[in-house]
């Protein structure tokens, strides 16, 4: 037996769009926010690590200074 999808009243469409529209909005915000930005002056700009010999030299390179290690997973 096949079942009719009832017809979505006028007020379920709007809040179904507005949802919607909000979602793109803070996907836009997100995106425009969340690119490389700027190091204040006086501070070296940050890197992106993509070759760990890099960051053991730099590591290393700092033994007389403090050193803060800062690991961000998207999990």
Not at 19 to 26: I, K
Not at 32 to 57: C, E, K, N
């Amino acid at each position: 037996m096949v079942q009719m999808e009832r017809p979505r009243s006028a007020r379920t469409k709007l809040a179904v769009a507005l949802g919607v529209v909000a979602a793109l909005a803070a996907a836009a915000v997100f995106v425009l926010t969340s690119g490389p930005g700027s190091a204040p002056s006086g501070q070296p700009p940050l890197v992106r690590l993509a070759d760990i010999s890099r960051f053991d030299a730099d590591f290393d390179a700092a033994c007389n200074q403090v050193r803060v290690l800062v690991l961000l997973s998207p999990t």
